[in-house]
Nanobody, 123 residues
Framework: QVRLVESGGGLVQPGGSLRLSCAAS????????IGWFRQAPEKGREGVSC????????EYIDSVKGRFTMSQDNANNTVYLQMNEMKPEDTAVYYC????????????????WGKGTLVTVSS
């Protein structure tokens, strides 16, 4: 059974840092497209940082470039999102997602989603 479980969300002040974790089970992350998506209040879901199923490069949306870093630990089948210099506009529910086929944050195959973790950036 494929499962993705996010953790690490919470309240952080502007300029602060958080690290999100996504523990995967039921499949091997390194053979799948994997990414972090977010949905802010009253907005659509957007891809934040993703790696395609046959890619080694990680893509980021412009608004987080230089501040967020996605990494992967294949031994523990876990993907991380390190978020630095956080801004109030980063406030959202962050979701981990995977697919057996995808390019960047466009997942074309069977998609799997975690339940999300809330990140709030506020003073």
């Amino acid at each position: 059974q494929v499962r993705l479980v996010e953790s690490g969300g919470g309240l952080v002040q502007p300029g602060g840092s958080l690290r999100l974790s996504c523990a995967a089970s039921g499949f091997a992350l390194n053979y799948y497209a994997i990414g972090w998506f977010r949905q802010a209040p009253e907005k659509g879901r957007e891809g934040v940082s993703c790696r395609g199923s046959s890619d080694i490069n990680i893509e980021y949306i412009d608004s987080v470039k230089g501040r967020f870093t996605m990494s992967q630990d294949n031994a523990n089948n876990t993907v991380y999102l390190q978020m630095n210099e956080m801004k109030p506009e980063d406030t959202a529910v962050y979701y981990c997602a995977a697919s057996d086929y995808g390019k960047g944050c466009f997942f074309y195959g069977t998609k799997y989603w975690g339940k999300g973790t809330l990140v709030t950036v506020s003073s």
